[in-house]
């Protein structure tokens, strides 16, 4: 019986032939001297997602359907392709795979579907005649044989979907960073790798604009305990594990500052009053796969106003949800981008009170104007403006201990 | 009932977004006014092919196996999917397939497959309920559902393929050039548009090196009796009708001028005398795909000499295979690049001898070596240098009447 890991290689792992045939031959190393069978998941060259989106978004950029799927999981058969091809040079049985011939099997909300099964068997049976898998990241099928996609960083669910299927006890993630940092190390310079963290912290940091993991490979690496470790391709050594909360022994107050900077304020008012109102419009856009944030309404002396933020990729989208099911109603609308949302996450917070306060403090401190609040157990976020972004960034690092 | 016509698109017709958005806005046009039923066919978008060849072979030049194809056939994949969405952007219900969503079989010579069956019940399904269907072509699935591809040029096959399995009495092949010429305009300047050709002829003329056509769709178009219709994506006009020999009412003794300008000889030399070891060696080529054009034999003093050509394109593969095929043996070998073949075609040849007296007298005026010759009862070919290949094309061109 083999020692399988799954082994998940980011787009700039795969950006060019030279790094391709570097993972080949790492692939090869690791199988040698640590005896580990790789299960390899990619996802598309670095670029080459951002640019298929592009000349979709040419024709119509609010269509999301079975045809966009088909046109953006096109970058992942080319990876796999070729990661194949430079394993065979080097003699190894490496066969590519894409979602229908694997059956990775989702639901058919297009361009965010869900993994519902994978089938582990036709694997299984490949890899005991020496076969080493190279599985196409990001995509999946439908039951109508309709090639889905989970998502921007969706490769990162594949792998670890693909490593509960398997009943991995872990799942490595390889990037072109070294590990999840306390901040990111483009906006905050004294930001720190993080040894540790909590699957319920990933999450969060997910949720709040962090890029690093996919947040569906972190709900699925803590449902299925997947260990995640998130490492670096481009050099032989640990990164960030990602665990469950009871293996971490001591934790922060805060672990991390995180950010998403590009973020949407979009303001509706007077709308009805009571639920109804918001529970049809947000109906309307959740059918069309846009994630609403944060929500605020309330009572002005011109009527109801209704606060949302959406992220800019979703823009366009909302724009055409919010026109259709405004039609005919005198409900003035006001779209304020240029916006980002700052956040702190912590486990340790939930038994420690006073993390708000000063976390309102330094943004008081800097005179940042706050336009949006949202808080739950392990993390407060602020939605301000994208020019105060970093020295807001800087300030929570340094109040909250995690500087270098 | 719905008057269904087979429509493929070539590379340079869906080479860019505007081009995308005039073929979708050309197909329902048809629709409304010639009341024509679209089945749609596309190629890759111009250049990608060759792009994603490259990064192919900048790993592994001679590898052509399943990861191959799967790698090249992602650039229809594209570029259907885009078709598609411009074609919903304009309220059509337009669907785009892949090989394996259609049921496309094919054996599994990959790189240069060819299709066994086609299954129409559910296109003929979604064309009832209004659907528009955009097929990748160039790509099928093998019975281990591989993806496979058909050979350069190969989405002309799958067109024509297609048109033949629903019983179409046509099918429309939109390109970048108005018809087939009686030379490459670009090569001589006095070629003209060619009204109607025989399948034999066009058959010829692809396997000469005419790049209009790929030869398996006229093989298909003559076996199935399906009419080849080739015409511009870039006006409302008609081209060339490639037709079965007794539609056309007088033949010229020579049709076109034709020619392939990458070229190889292959010389080996001593071989050991019989036909045992050609036997075995263009088994060994011919197993890995390589075709093998004009083969010839002689006794010279020092031994056996055989001489063959390869297209450019496979001289990687076949180097390989002869590396392997001579290993051990004192076999001389020389390659001869630069080589180019010129021919003339004409059903009209069968029964008016002096052709070929007078193809080698036009050579011999000009000076010009001829070093390979082969003749079919309707072609005369020779390979020559290439710097001699445009005086060798315009005065054959003149000498067969061709001239406009």
């Not at 995640?228 to 500052?257: K, M, Q, Y």
Request: hydrophobic fraction near 45%; include cysteine; charged fraction near 20%.
């Amino acid at each position: 019986m083999r020692n399988l890991v799954v082994k998940k290689f980011g787009g700039t792992s795969v950006g060019t032939i030279e790094r391709i045939e570097a993972v080949a031959d790492r692939l090869l190393k690791d199988w040698k001297t640590k005896g580990e069978w790789p299960i390899v998941v990619s996802s598309a060259m670095a670029g080459e997602t951002n640019k298929l989106v592009a000349l979709g978004n040419q024709i119509d950029p609010t269509y999301r359907g079975s045809a966009y799927d088909m046109l953006v999981a096109s970058g992942e058969q080319v990876s796999v392709a070729l990661l194949a091809i430079a394993l065979q040079k080097r003699g190894a049985k490496a066969k590519p795979y894409l979602g229908y011939q694997l059956g990775i099997e989702t639901d058919n909300l297009y361009s965010k579907a869900r993994i519902l099964n994978i089938k582990t068997n036709h694997l299984l049976a490949e890899v005991e005649k020496d076969v080493i898998p190279i599985i196409a990241g990001f995509q999946g099928v439908d039951n109508e044989l309709n090639i889905t996609t989970l998502g921007r960083g969706g490769s990162d669910t594949s792998a670890v979907a693909i490593a509960a299927a398997l009943r991995a006890s872990s799942c490595e993630i390889y990037t072109d960073v070294p590990a999840v940092f306390t901040a990111d190390p483009r906006l905050v310079k004294r930001a720190r790798e993080i040894q540790k963290l909590s699957f319920e912290e990933m999450m969060e940091m997910a949720s709040l604009g962090s890029k690093v993991l996919h947040i569906r490979s972190v709900e699925l690496g803590a449902k299925y305990n997947v260990k995640i470790h998130v490492r670096t391709s481009f050099a032989d050594r640990e990164g960030t594990w990602i665990v469950p909360e009871g293996e971490i022994v001591e934790n922060p107050l805060v672990s991390s500052v995180t950010h998403d900077a590009s973020t949407v304020i979009i303001e509706l008012q007077p709308v009805p009053a009571g639920p109804d109102f918001m529970a049809t419009l947000f109906a309307k856009l959740a059918a069309r796969g846009v994630s609403i944030d944060i929500i605020t309404q309330n009572q002005l002396e011109k009527g109801q106003r209704l606060a949302f933020s959406v992220t800019q990729e979703d823009l366009p989208l909302t724009e055409q949800v919010l026109s259709e099911a405004l039609a005919g109603q005198s409900i003035a609308k006001k779209v304020t981008d240029k916006m980002a949302k700052i956040s702190v996450v912590g486990v340790g917070m939930r038994n420690h009170p006073g993390v708000a306060a000063r976390f309102f403090k330094v943004l008081s401190e800097q005179q940042i104007p706050v336009h949006l609040v949202t808080t739950s157990e392990i993390k407060i976020s602020a939605v301000i403006e994208q020019q105060h972004l970093q020295a807001a960034a800087e300030k929570l690092h340094t109040e909250f201990s995690l500087d270098a």
